[in-house]
């Protein structure tokens, strides 16, 4: 398939700019493919469409304020710093602007000196940076100068840093959100709870390939950058119970649905695992692991939309993507969510 067959138009002001308050009240579009119909609802309502005995896999990987801004110790020019994977002994791999300028041998200074970074390695837009600083608590200082590393689609500033994170977001490590968990509050996980749905957790750090287009005509010539993910023992038992009793797995984001069939089913079950994975779902794949998926609504041409198409069918989810433009859908990271059941 070609990356253009993903493409469809979609009006700017559709673009959602900010969160909906409260996080539940966003809409759904709820996508039956054994009836083929679409139902027009909101989030609020997710547990009409769910069943006792289904289990949601959830993504539970924080954002962390990954975008530094800061200069050149040498010129004092602006630079800007996107960290999107740590190499151990706080060396980073991070995206570099601008990225002609900054070179091998550079110190970059932030936060008025209480973050250093020498760079050692120049790739393209990529920078592999060294960094020291006072006090032991890296994350701690991001905290306090860094900013969240929201889509450059978004050109409103965010009020509140937790509005990018998801209610059960805890491990830290992602430089963008799994925005389709953005829409659950406390409450509503506790209401599906006690209807009888089991909920799980994994982990995918969001890493580079979140920001990077599909650039090449053919999607199967594209190559998927790898990020750092983690299933743990007890959330494999729950996913091998709801199987065995014939539950729906219901992945909450393309991040869960990527981690969960990284893993796959072995001899009839999922293991726990660690690793990194450079899975590119797109159509043609065969799911081991997924009845169900949560997402919000993708960039064009993007391998998000693949992955959706893949799982929904491709006629299906560009009908999809065409009903929810004349409806009037939010779509992208703070916008409406999508059930594909």
Excluded at 136 to 150: S, T
Excluded at 225 to 233: K, P, V, W
Aim: glycine residues 8%.
């Amino acid at each position: 398939m070609k990356t253009s067959d993903f493409f469809y138009e979609l009006p700017p002001e559709r673009i959602a700019q900010t969160p909906i308050e409260p996080r539940d009240h966003s809409r759904l579009l709820v996508m039956n493919r054994e009836e083929d119909t679409l139902t027009d609802t909101y989030f609020y309502d997710i547990e009409q469409y769910l069943r006792p005995g289904d289990t949601l896999i959830l993504n539970d990987s924080r954002v962390i304020p990954a975008r530094l801004y800061g200069h050149r110790e040498s010129t004092g020019a602006r630079v800007e710093l996107l960290l999107l994977k740590p190499l151990g002994n706080d060396k980073w791999q991070t995206l570099a602007r601008p990225g002609k300028r900054i070179k091998e041998g550079d110190t970059l200074v932030f936060g008025e000196g209480k973050l250093r970074a020498t760079v050692c390695e120049a790739d393209g837009a990529e920078r592999v940076v060294q960094f020291s600083y006072e006090g032991n608590n890296f994350y701690a200082l991001l905290e306090e100068i860094g900013q969240m590393p929201l889509p450059p689609y978004i050109k409103e500033k965010l009020q509140d840093k937790e509005r990018y994170q998801t209610v059960y977001s805890r491990e830290l490590g992602s430089a963008a959100a799994p925005t389709a968990g953005l829409h659950f509050t406390p409450e509503r996980l506790e209401s599906i709870k006690k209807m009888g749905v089991d909920i799980g957790f994994v982990t995918l750090h969001v890493g580079l390939g979140t920001f990077l287009p599909v650039k090449v005509d053919d999607i199967t010539d594209h190559k998927m950058h790898s990020e750092h993910y983690e299933l743990s023992a007890e959330t494999a038992d729950l996913i091998n119970r709801t199987k065995a009793r014939g539950g729906r797995v219901i992945a909450v984001g393309t991040t869960s649905c990527r981690t969960l069939e990284s893993i796959g089913m072995k001899n009839g079950k999922i293991e726990p695992a660690e690793g990194f994975t450079e899975i590119f779902i797109y159509p043609g794949y065969e799911f081991s692991v997924l009845d169900g998926l949560l997402t919000n609504f993708h960039l064009p041409e993007s391998t998000l939309i693949m992955l959706v198409s893949a799982f929904a069918g491709y006629d299906r989810t560009m009908n999809a993507y065409k009903h929810a433009v004349e409806e009037e859908y939010r779509f992208f990271s703070f916008g409406d969510a999508m059930l594909i059941l």
